[in-house]
Protein backbone atom coordinates (compact mmCIF):
# COMPACT_ATOMS: atom_id res chain seq x y z
CA UNK A 1 0.00 0.00 0.00
CA UNK A 2 1.62 3.33 -1.02
CA UNK A 3 1.22 5.10 2.29
CA UNK A 4 1.10 8.48 1.77
CA UNK A 5 -1.51 11.59 2.25
CA UNK A 6 -4.85 10.39 0.87
CA UNK A 7 -6.67 13.41 1.03
CA UNK A 8 -6.25 16.88 2.19
CA UNK A 9 -8.21 15.72 5.51
CA UNK A 10 -6.13 13.07 5.73
CA UNK A 11 -3.94 13.42 8.62
CA UNK A 12 -0.81 10.66 7.86
CA UNK A 13 2.42 11.16 6.73
CA UNK A 14 5.46 9.77 5.96
CA UNK A 15 8.00 10.89 8.62
CA UNK A 16 11.62 9.46 7.78
CA UNK A 17 9.82 6.38 5.74
CA UNK A 18 7.41 5.85 9.07
CA UNK A 19 3.91 5.85 8.43
CA UNK A 20 2.40 8.12 11.47
CA UNK A 21 -1.29 8.96 11.73
CA UNK A 22 -2.33 12.72 13.70
CA UNK A 23 -5.21 13.59 15.31
CA UNK A 24 -4.80 17.64 15.89
CA UNK A 25 -6.30 18.75 18.74
CA UNK A 26 -5.57 22.46 18.35
CA UNK A 27 -3.21 24.36 16.36
CA UNK A 28 -0.37 22.98 17.99
CA UNK A 29 -1.09 20.15 20.11
CA UNK A 30 -2.17 16.64 18.79
CA UNK A 31 -2.20 13.07 19.46
CA UNK A 32 0.20 10.73 17.04
CA UNK A 33 0.33 6.77 16.50
CA UNK A 34 2.96 4.87 14.14
CA UNK A 35 1.10 2.99 12.03
CA UNK A 36 2.52 -0.64 11.66
CA UNK A 37 -0.11 -1.71 8.89
CA UNK A 38 -3.54 -0.37 7.05
CA UNK A 39 -6.14 -1.99 7.88
CA UNK A 40 -8.61 -0.48 6.09
CA UNK A 41 -9.05 3.12 4.20
CA UNK A 42 -12.06 4.74 2.79
CA UNK A 43 -14.20 7.30 2.36
CA UNK A 44 -17.60 6.27 2.37
CA UNK A 45 -20.82 8.41 1.82
CA UNK A 46 -20.36 9.91 4.91
CA UNK A 47 -16.76 10.16 6.06
CA UNK A 48 -13.37 8.93 5.78
CA UNK A 49 -12.32 5.64 7.81
CA UNK A 50 -9.15 4.65 9.02
CA UNK A 51 -8.52 1.57 10.33
CA UNK A 52 -5.31 0.56 11.44
CA UNK A 53 -2.94 -1.54 13.55
CA UNK A 54 -0.62 0.80 15.67
CA UNK A 55 2.82 0.46 17.31
CA UNK A 56 1.23 0.50 20.84
CA UNK A 57 -2.05 0.89 21.44
CA UNK A 58 -3.74 -1.82 18.92
CA UNK A 59 -6.08 -1.48 16.32
CA UNK A 60 -7.80 1.52 16.18
CA UNK A 61 -10.04 3.25 14.51
CA UNK A 62 -10.36 6.74 13.03
CA UNK A 63 -13.12 8.74 10.74
CA UNK A 64 -12.58 12.19 9.18
CA UNK A 65 -8.79 11.82 10.76
CA UNK A 66 -10.55 11.80 14.70
CA UNK A 67 -9.94 8.85 17.03
CA UNK A 68 -12.84 7.20 17.66
CA UNK A 69 -10.87 4.28 19.83
CA UNK A 70 -8.25 2.13 20.15
CA UNK A 71 -7.98 -1.37 21.18
CA UNK A 72 -6.03 -0.33 24.68
CA UNK A 73 -8.05 2.40 25.92
CA UNK A 74 -11.43 1.75 24.88
CA UNK A 75 -12.71 0.28 27.96
CA UNK A 76 -12.36 3.55 29.87
CA UNK A 77 -15.37 5.36 27.37
CA UNK A 78 -17.37 2.14 26.54
CA UNK A 79 -17.92 1.29 29.95
CA UNK A 80 -18.73 4.26 31.27
CA UNK A 81 -21.32 5.38 29.10
CA UNK A 82 -23.00 2.12 29.30
CA UNK A 83 -22.70 1.05 32.69
CA UNK A 84 -23.62 4.23 34.57
CA UNK A 85 -27.29 4.46 32.34
CA UNK A 86 -27.73 0.75 32.88
CA UNK A 87 -26.78 0.04 36.51
CA UNK A 88 -29.02 2.84 37.36
CA UNK A 89 -32.16 1.99 35.42
CA UNK A 90 -34.76 -0.71 37.54
CA UNK A 91 -35.37 -3.18 34.76
CA UNK A 92 -33.08 -1.81 31.07
CA UNK A 93 -34.83 -4.23 28.84
CA UNK A 94 -34.85 -2.33 25.47
CA UNK A 95 -31.87 -0.21 24.60
CA UNK A 96 -30.57 2.00 21.48
CA UNK A 97 -27.84 3.31 20.70
CA UNK A 98 -27.47 5.47 18.51
CA UNK A 99 -23.92 5.19 16.15
CA UNK A 100 -21.58 3.06 17.66
CA UNK A 101 -21.18 1.57 14.82
CA UNK A 102 -17.91 -0.24 15.96
CA UNK A 103 -20.14 -2.71 18.50
CA UNK A 104 -18.50 -1.91 21.73
CA UNK A 105 -21.49 -0.02 23.82
CA UNK A 106 -23.16 -3.31 22.32
CA UNK A 107 -20.35 -5.52 23.85
CA UNK A 108 -20.78 -3.48 26.90
CA UNK A 109 -25.19 -3.62 27.23
CA UNK A 110 -25.24 -7.38 26.79
CA UNK A 111 -23.13 -7.98 30.10
CA UNK A 112 -26.59 -7.01 31.51
CA UNK A 113 -29.16 -9.78 31.90
CA UNK A 114 -32.03 -7.51 32.37
CA UNK A 115 -31.19 -6.38 28.69
CA UNK A 116 -33.86 -8.54 25.94
CA UNK A 117 -32.94 -6.30 23.53
CA UNK A 118 -30.37 -3.87 21.84
CA UNK A 119 -31.07 -1.68 18.76
CA UNK A 120 -27.90 0.31 17.01
CA UNK A 121 -28.80 2.60 14.60
CA UNK A 122 -25.38 3.31 12.94
CA UNK A 123 -25.96 5.97 9.73
CA UNK A 124 -23.22 4.15 7.98
CA UNK A 125 -23.00 0.43 7.23
CA UNK A 126 -19.40 0.78 5.92
CA UNK A 127 -18.21 1.49 9.67
CA UNK A 128 -20.24 -1.72 10.57
CA UNK A 129 -18.71 -4.00 8.04
CA UNK A 130 -14.74 -2.84 8.84
CA UNK A 131 -14.75 -3.05 12.01
CA UNK A 132 -16.68 -6.27 12.30
CA UNK A 133 -13.73 -7.61 10.03
CA UNK A 134 -10.95 -6.08 11.47
CA UNK A 135 -11.77 -5.66 15.23
CA UNK A 136 -13.54 -8.33 16.88
CA UNK A 137 -12.20 -7.06 20.03
CA UNK A 138 -14.85 -4.53 20.19
CA UNK A 139 -17.23 -5.39 17.61
CA UNK A 140 -18.09 -9.36 18.73
CA UNK A 141 -21.14 -8.85 19.66
CA UNK A 142 -23.24 -7.45 16.85
CA UNK A 143 -24.16 -10.86 15.78
CA UNK A 144 -25.78 -11.91 19.11
CA UNK A 145 -29.37 -12.85 18.58
CA UNK A 146 -30.26 -9.88 20.76
CA UNK A 147 -28.80 -7.57 18.64
CA UNK A 148 -30.61 -5.52 15.78
CA UNK A 149 -28.39 -3.38 13.47
CA UNK A 150 -30.31 -0.88 11.65
CA UNK A 151 -28.09 1.65 8.84
CA UNK A 152 -30.20 4.91 9.33
CA UNK A 153 -29.43 7.79 10.67
CA UNK A 154 -30.44 8.11 14.31
CA UNK A 155 -32.52 11.00 13.73
CA UNK A 156 -35.14 10.18 11.45
CA UNK A 157 -34.72 6.48 13.34
CA UNK A 158 -36.24 7.97 16.72
CA UNK A 159 -39.29 9.99 14.91
CA UNK A 160 -40.93 6.75 14.58
CA UNK A 161 -40.65 5.37 17.85
CA UNK A 162 -42.45 6.79 20.90
CA UNK A 163 -42.22 5.53 24.41
CA UNK A 164 -40.08 2.28 23.32
CA UNK A 165 -36.94 2.54 25.03
CA UNK A 166 -35.68 2.07 28.61
CA UNK A 167 -32.20 3.52 27.53
CA UNK A 168 -30.84 5.55 24.69
CA UNK A 169 -27.10 5.89 24.44
CA UNK A 170 -26.12 7.98 21.57
CA UNK A 171 -22.52 6.68 20.96
CA UNK A 172 -21.96 9.52 17.74
CA UNK A 173 -18.96 11.38 16.56
CA UNK A 174 -18.36 15.16 17.03
CA UNK A 175 -21.46 17.14 17.24
CA UNK A 176 -20.31 18.79 13.71
CA UNK A 177 -22.12 17.39 10.23
CA UNK A 178 -24.52 14.35 10.29
CA UNK A 179 -23.73 14.14 13.69
CA UNK A 180 -24.63 17.90 14.24
CA UNK A 181 -28.37 17.57 15.17
CA UNK A 182 -27.48 14.74 17.96
CA UNK A 183 -27.11 17.41 20.13
CA UNK A 184 -29.74 19.94 19.74
CA UNK A 185 -33.14 20.37 21.55
CA UNK A 186 -35.18 19.04 18.88
CA UNK A 187 -33.45 15.87 18.88
CA UNK A 188 -33.53 15.62 22.70
CA UNK A 189 -37.51 16.25 22.79
CA UNK A 190 -37.78 13.34 19.74
CA UNK A 191 -35.37 11.40 22.07
CA UNK A 192 -37.22 11.93 25.31
CA UNK A 193 -40.61 10.73 23.22
CA UNK A 194 -39.05 7.82 22.00
CA UNK A 195 -37.71 7.14 26.48
CA UNK A 196 -40.27 4.70 28.25
CA UNK A 197 -41.50 6.66 31.54
CA UNK A 198 -38.33 5.64 33.78
CA UNK A 199 -36.13 6.46 30.48
CA UNK A 200 -32.54 7.41 30.78
CA UNK A 201 -30.82 9.20 27.76
CA UNK A 202 -26.91 9.38 27.64
CA UNK A 203 -24.53 10.52 25.37
CA UNK A 204 -20.93 11.07 24.92
CA UNK A 205 -20.77 15.47 25.59
CA UNK A 206 -17.04 16.21 24.55
CA UNK A 207 -14.13 17.22 26.24
CA UNK A 208 -13.36 19.90 28.62
CA UNK A 209 -9.90 20.83 27.87
CA UNK A 210 -10.42 21.74 24.56
CA UNK A 211 -14.29 21.94 23.85
CA UNK A 212 -15.55 23.32 27.34
CA UNK A 213 -18.03 25.35 25.56
CA UNK A 214 -19.41 22.60 23.83
CA UNK A 215 -20.08 21.45 26.48
CA UNK A 216 -22.33 24.21 27.95
CA UNK A 217 -24.22 24.09 24.73
CA UNK A 218 -25.27 20.81 24.75
CA UNK A 219 -25.84 20.95 28.47
CA UNK A 220 -28.37 24.43 27.46
CA UNK A 221 -30.31 22.43 25.09
CA UNK A 222 -30.57 19.34 26.73
CA UNK A 223 -32.01 21.24 29.81
CA UNK A 224 -34.85 22.69 27.80
CA UNK A 225 -36.10 19.32 27.42
CA UNK A 226 -35.49 17.34 30.39
CA UNK A 227 -36.05 17.69 34.11
CA UNK A 228 -32.82 16.22 35.00
CA UNK A 229 -29.45 16.83 32.75
CA UNK A 230 -26.66 15.73 34.49
CA UNK A 231 -22.63 15.35 33.73
CA UNK A 232 -20.02 13.02 34.92
CA UNK A 233 -16.27 12.76 34.04
CA UNK A 234 -14.12 9.98 33.04
CA UNK A 235 -10.66 9.49 31.78
CA UNK A 236 -10.44 8.93 28.17
CA UNK A 237 -6.29 9.13 27.23
CA UNK A 238 -6.38 8.68 23.51
CA UNK A 239 -9.65 11.47 23.38
CA UNK A 240 -8.38 15.60 22.91
CA UNK A 241 -7.20 16.64 26.74
CA UNK A 242 -7.78 12.81 27.87
CA UNK A 243 -10.34 13.74 30.18
CA UNK A 244 -14.67 13.51 29.03
CA UNK A 245 -17.91 14.40 29.76
CA UNK A 246 -20.90 12.51 29.26
CA UNK A 247 -24.39 13.94 29.45
CA UNK A 248 -27.27 11.54 31.64
CA UNK A 249 -30.59 12.49 31.31
CA UNK A 250 -34.01 10.97 32.51
CA UNK A 251 -37.68 11.37 31.62
CA UNK A 252 -39.07 10.28 35.19
CA UNK A 253 -38.96 12.71 38.20
CA UNK A 254 -35.86 11.51 39.73
CA UNK A 255 -32.19 12.92 39.55
CA UNK A 256 -30.32 10.30 37.80
CA UNK A 257 -27.17 11.41 39.86
CA UNK A 258 -28.60 10.44 43.01
CA UNK A 259 -29.73 6.92 42.23
CA UNK A 260 -27.44 4.50 43.57
CA UNK A 261 -26.68 2.14 41.36
CA UNK A 262 -27.15 -1.56 41.29
CA UNK A 263 -24.01 -4.26 41.59
CA UNK A 264 -22.71 -5.01 37.81
CA UNK A 265 -24.36 -8.71 37.14
CA UNK A 266 -22.73 -11.23 38.94
CA UNK A 267 -19.31 -12.49 37.32
CA UNK A 268 -19.21 -9.42 35.05
CA UNK A 269 -15.59 -7.79 35.24
CA UNK A 270 -14.82 -4.38 34.05
CA UNK A 271 -11.66 -2.73 34.07
CA UNK A 272 -12.05 1.12 34.37
CA UNK A 273 -15.91 0.84 36.18
CA UNK A 274 -16.99 0.33 39.06
CA UNK A 275 -20.21 1.47 41.73
CA UNK A 276 -17.33 3.62 43.69
CA UNK A 277 -16.39 5.53 39.83
CA UNK A 278 -19.87 5.45 39.28
CA UNK A 279 -20.75 7.40 41.94
CA UNK A 280 -17.26 9.79 41.77
CA UNK A 281 -17.50 10.25 38.57
CA UNK A 282 -20.87 12.64 38.77
CA UNK A 283 -18.14 15.10 40.99
CA UNK A 284 -17.25 17.91 38.65
CA UNK A 285 -14.11 19.77 38.94
CA UNK A 286 -15.24 23.71 39.79
CA UNK A 287 -13.41 24.35 35.74
CA UNK A 288 -15.87 22.15 34.64
CA UNK A 289 -18.95 23.29 36.86
CA UNK A 290 -17.74 26.53 35.39
CA UNK A 291 -19.26 26.03 31.40
CA UNK A 292 -22.27 24.13 32.62
CA UNK A 293 -25.74 26.55 33.07
N1 LIG B 1 -16.68 6.68 20.53
C1 LIG B 1 -16.63 7.59 19.42
C2 LIG B 1 -16.60 9.03 19.87
O1 LIG B 1 -16.94 9.35 21.00
O2 LIG B 1 -16.19 9.86 19.03
C3 LIG B 1 -17.80 7.32 18.52
C4 LIG B 1 -17.64 6.01 17.82
S1 LIG B 1 -18.85 5.54 16.70
C5 LIG B 1 -17.84 4.83 15.48
C6 LIG B 1 -19.47 7.04 16.00
C7 LIG B 1 -20.47 6.72 14.91
O3 LIG B 1 -21.55 7.67 14.89
C8 LIG B 1 -19.91 6.75 13.49
O4 LIG B 1 -19.79 5.44 13.00
C9 LIG B 1 -20.89 7.60 12.69
O5 LIG B 1 -21.14 7.08 11.40
C10 LIG B 1 -22.12 7.56 13.59
N2 LIG B 1 -23.10 8.64 13.39
C11 LIG B 1 -22.85 9.97 13.30
N3 LIG B 1 -24.01 10.64 13.11
C12 LIG B 1 -25.01 9.70 13.08
C13 LIG B 1 -26.43 9.77 12.93
N4 LIG B 1 -27.06 10.96 12.74
N5 LIG B 1 -27.15 8.62 12.98
C14 LIG B 1 -26.51 7.42 13.16
N6 LIG B 1 -25.16 7.28 13.30
C15 LIG B 1 -24.42 8.42 13.27
Redesign the pocket.
Known amino acids: MELKKKTSASPAVLHQGEFWFTELHAPGTGITFRVRRVLHWARTP ?2 ELALVETEDMGRA ?1 F ?1 DG ?4 TERD ?1 FF ?2 EM ?1 VHVPLCIHPRPRRVLI ?5 G ?1 CVREALRHPEVEEVTL ?4 GE ?1 VDA ?1 RKHIPSVSSKLDDPRVRVLI ?4 A ?1 LKRNRGTFDVIIV ?4 PV ?3 S ?2 TQAPFFRTAREALTPQGLYVA ?1 SQGPIFDGREIGRIARAARKVFRHARHFMAPTPT ?1 PGGL ?1 TYLLAARGPKDPAGLRPRPLPRGERTRYYSAEVHRAAFVLPPFVRDFLP
Open positions: FQLLTVQFEYHLVGGGDGVEIDVCEDGVFDSTDGMAPLQYW
